[in-house]
């Protein structure tokens, strides 16, 4: 009788699994999306070169666009912004007033900025510098009139909010295309041994590029359930946004995007933009005079996502899931000498007194006496959206081969990932990148191998999701 009754509490508990995991796949999927203005006064010092630059004027308004998920119990939230990064103290405040004001755990925010290097400069040494002799010489910061940061971590929550209060039945489609001529690594092989970044148009000591691109382009449309309208698309895609410069904001190629994107999903559409991992990529052709202009990109990357359209992929059983890690990336030391050297060369950056190198040497010396010592804490998040769909978030400006590593062994047919997610430790180059050397080695916080350790985060995430479907 004993065995009866554990026989029958087995197939009852069984059923009870089962039961849940269908009604929560089957659970109906709503979806909201909002944008909020972060476009910061003019003047303000503005992001992307090592020498201090003054806003004058707005191209297009930079914007904190979101795109909240819920389905049965599960809740999720992707934040894009037109920033060329967002620091861990900023996206940390930001998630944690968002679960208050909507009840989404924070380790289920992914807040990711597209890298517009025509956005404001608001942390990093290179700022604190430039704000404290702005204090010694004036009394104030002329050029900080507002608190920025404290600003943007409530805008960001705002966006979260706002697309959760508009949540509605939704479906969605996703697929990848393929876009070429608009891509190329920057790192090259050189004549004489190197390897340099930028070498220049029509280089006769170029031997061979030092990397690879990745042409996919991850789209996901979101569409309204009762009348299949679209509310917003998101798109992953590895170019660097630097191809505007100026002193006027904007959001670079993206904003081009969503102005083309809407010529055909309608102009209410809400299009998002995540980087991929494009740390050692740009739109520079060496092998011609000519330069991609910033419309020429967007349009083209608009082009080829609406020749996809018709051929993206209904999601008939989503299943949101998230998975998050946090890895402690071991970061490069600095001796008494060398930060003494540092603070001493930081007048000299953006002047010709010092290489460049060094003063991107100078400014992440400095930028880890501005952190403080310790393994940096990185957060890894992998989203499932179906049993064929995800997506990672990955912090600061990661090399394309980690991005395609973690593609190549994800169990997911679609996977987009994202980088510039919730911290920015400058680049995060791969070993080899690391002993090959020039400007991105330089520029990073971190120790060779930390990128590897990102990859097998992020792909045991990924399998947990894609085990945890039954």
């Known amino acids: 009788m004993y065995l009866i009754q554990r026989w029958l509490t087995g197939i009852i508990l069984g059923l009870g699994f089962v039961v849940c995991e269908t009604s929560t796949s089957a659970a109906e999927l709503t979806a909201g999306t909002a944008a909020v203005d972060i476009t910061p006064p003019v003047p303000y010092r503005m992001e992307g070169y090592f020498s201090e630059r003054l806003s004058t004027g707005i191209h297009d308004p930079l914007w904190a666009k979101a795109l909240v998920f819920r389905q049965g119990t599960e809740q999720m939230a992707l934040v894009f912004c037109d920033l060329a990064m967002v620091p861990l103290d900023v996206t940390t405040s930001a998630r944690r007033q968002a679960e208050q004001q909507t009840g989404i755990p924070a380790e289920k925010i992914l807040i990711s900025a597209t890298h517009s290097h025509t956005g404001p400069l608001f942390a990093s040494s290179l700022r604190e510098y430039m704000h404290q002799q702005a204090v010694a010489k004036n009394g104030n910061d002329p050029y900080e009139k507002v608190d920025y940061p404290a600003e943007l971590a409530?805008?960001?929550?705002?966006?979260?909010?706002?697309?959760?209060?508009?949540?509605?039945?939704?479906?969605?489609?996703?697929?990848?295309?393929?876009?070429?001529?608009?891509?190329?690594?920057?790192?090259?092989?050189?004549?004489?041994?190197?390897?340099?970044?930028?070498?220049?148009?029509?280089?006769?000591?170029?031997?061979?590029?030092?990397?690879?691109?990745?042409?996919?382009?991850?789209?996901?449309?979101?569409?309204?359930?009762?009348?299949?309208?679209?509310?917003?698309?998101?798109?992953?895609?590895?170019?660097?946004?630097?191809?505007?410069?100026?002193?006027?904001?904007?959001?670079?190629?993206?904003?081009?995007?969503?102005?083309?994107?809407?010529?055909?999903?309608?102009?209410?559409?809400?299009?998002?933009?995540?980087?991929?991992?494009?740390?050692?990529?740009?739109?520079?052709?060496?092998?011609?005079?000519?330069?991609?202009?910033?419309?020429?990109?967007?349009?083209?990357?608009?082009?080829?996502?609406?020749?996809?359209?018709?051929?993206?992929?209904?999601?008939?059983?989503?299943?949101?899931?998230?998975?998050?890690?946090?890895?402690?990336?071991?970061?490069?030391?600095?001796?008494?000498?060398?930060?003494?050297?540092?603070?001493?060369?930081?007048?000299?950056?953006?002047?010709?007194?010092?290489?460049?190198?060094?003063?991107?040497?100078?400014?992440?010396?400095?930028?880890?006496?501005?952190?403080?010592?310790?393994?940096?804490?990185?957060?890894?998040?992998?989203?499932?959206?179906?049993?064929?769909?995800?997506?990672?978030?990955?912090?600061?400006?990661?090399?394309?081969?980690?991005?395609?590593?973690?593609?190549?062994?994800?169990?997911?047919?679609t996977t987009m990932v994202v980088e510039l997610s919730q911290d920015c430790p400058d680049y995060v180059p791969t070993k080899k990148a690391f002993v090959e050397g020039s400007y991105e080695t330089v520029c990073s916080w971190i120790e060779p191998g930390g990128g590897e350790m990102l990859v097998e985060s992020a792909v045991n995430l990924l399998k947990e999701l894609k085990q945890d479907i039954r």
Not at 291 to 320: F, S
């Open 154 to 413: 409530r805008k960001l929550a705002q966006a979260v909010a706002d697309a959760k209060k508009v949540l509605q039945p939704v479906k969605l489609e996703s697929g990848l295309a393929r876009q070429l001529g608009l891509s190329f690594n920057r790192r090259f092989h050189m004549k004489d041994g190197t390897v340099r970044f930028n070498p220049g148009k029509l280089n006769p000591d170029i031997v061979r590029p030092a990397g690879p691109i990745d042409p996919d382009v991850g789209i996901l449309l979101v569409r309204r359930l009762t009348d299949r309208q679209a509310l917003a698309s998101l798109t992953v895609f590895a170019l660097h946004l630097d191809t505007t410069g100026g002193t006027l904001y904007s959001a670079d190629y993206p904003y081009y995007l969503e102005q083309s994107l809407r010529q055909s999903l309608g102009q209410g559409l809400v299009s998002l933009f995540g980087n991929g991992t494009c740390g050692d990529i740009n739109h520079i052709d060496v092998s011609t005079r000519d330069t991609l202009k910033t419309q020429h990109i967007g349009e083209t990357l608009a082009a080829t996502i609406k020749a996809k359209l018709p051929e993206l992929k209904n999601i008939d059983r989503p299943m949101l899931a998230v998975r998050t890690q946090t890895v402690q990336l071991p970061l490069r030391q600095y001796t008494p000498a060398e930060i003494t050297w540092a603070r001493e060369a930081m007048h000299k950056i953006g002047t010709k007194e010092l290489s460049f190198l060094d003063q991107v040497k100078a400014y992440e010396i400095m930028n880890f006496v501005l952190r403080g010592p310790g393994p940096l804490p990185a957060l890894v998040q992998a989203f499932r959206l179906s049993d064929e769909v995800a997506l990672v978030g990955l912090p600061g400006e990661v090399f394309v081969d980690i991005g395609l590593a973690i593609k190549k062994a994800s169990p997911f047919v």
